[in-house]
């Protein structure tokens, strides 16, 4: 319960806006479609990432564990993995949006965020494309057009919730041609050559 005064409590409705709204730079059409199906505008979709960058940048921050529970509630599913020598921590949350995808938060030991991004969530069936063409906007996790194009180069990306791969593929004629994939929050949004 919140008292008046008091910030309301962050929703999955509300991260789906958070993610929403940097993909918007990209996507936009896709983006006021997927508004209209949750029933809100952009005026929200601007308030949530207000909110949530607030929190994030907020001088009595919390480590990344309580501070991700306290906005989304308890993970849906929590693991450990292994990068290179460390193990690192995945929680995830369903995103109602994307109901086969995940929003993951990895985190190092000791709690630092090593990354966080939208990932396809278990047992649900993995896209494959085969074709550039077939590499459409929101189809594909990072992970799965790395698999589908191997061997992709993972590339620096123009802000910290963006990722650029750069991979060969063939068209739908199948000439190959080098391309960079950008991503929003893990989901693939644009070929930007």
Same mark, same amino acid.
């Given at each position: *319960?919140?008292? #008046?005064?008091? !910030?309301? #409590?962050? @929703? ?10 940097? *993909?918007?730079?990209?996507? &936009? ?11 809100? $505008?952009?005026?929200? *979709?601007?308030?949530? $990432? ?24 308890? !993970? ?6 292994r990068? =290179? ?7 995830? %949350?369903p ?14 030991p000791?709690?630092?965020?090593? $990354? ?21 906007? %929101? ?5 799965? @057009?790395? +698999?589908?194009?191997? &061997?992709?180069?993972? *590339?620096?990306g @123009?802000? &910290? ?6 991979? @060969?593929a #063939?068209?739908?004629s =199948? ?9 929003? %929050? ?6 930007? +050559?």
């Open positions: *319960m919140t008292t #008046p005064g008091s !910030p309301a #409590p962050f @929703t999955p409705l509300d991260l789906q806006l958070v993610l929403l709204r940097r *993909m918007a730079d990209h996507q &936009p059409g896709l983006v006021e479609d997927a508004l209209r199906q949750l029933g809100v $505008n952009r005026a929200e *979709m601007r308030e949530a $990432n207000r909110r949530w960058q607030a929190v994030l940048h907020s001088p009595r921050r919390q480590g990344a564990g309580p501070r991700y529970r306290s906005l989304l509630g308890p !993970p849906e599913h929590i693991a450990e993995r990068v =290179g020598d460390l193990t690192a921590r995945a929680a995830t %949350w995103v109602p949006l994307w109901p086969d995808l995940r929003f993951e938060v990895l985190t190092a000791g709690g630092a965020v090593w $990354n966080e991004w939208l990932v396809r969530a278990p047992g649900a069936p993995s896209p494959a494309p085969r074709t550039v063409e077939e590499l459409t906007p %929101w189809s594909c996790t990072v992970d799965e @057009t790395a +698999r589908a194009f191997a &061997p992709a180069r993972p *590339m620096e @123009t802000a &910290p919730t963006r990722w650029r791969l750069a991979f @060969t #063939p068209d739908a =199948g000439r190959r041609e080098e391309h960079v994939a950008e991503f929003t %929050w893990g989901l693939f949004q644009r070929l930007i +050559r």
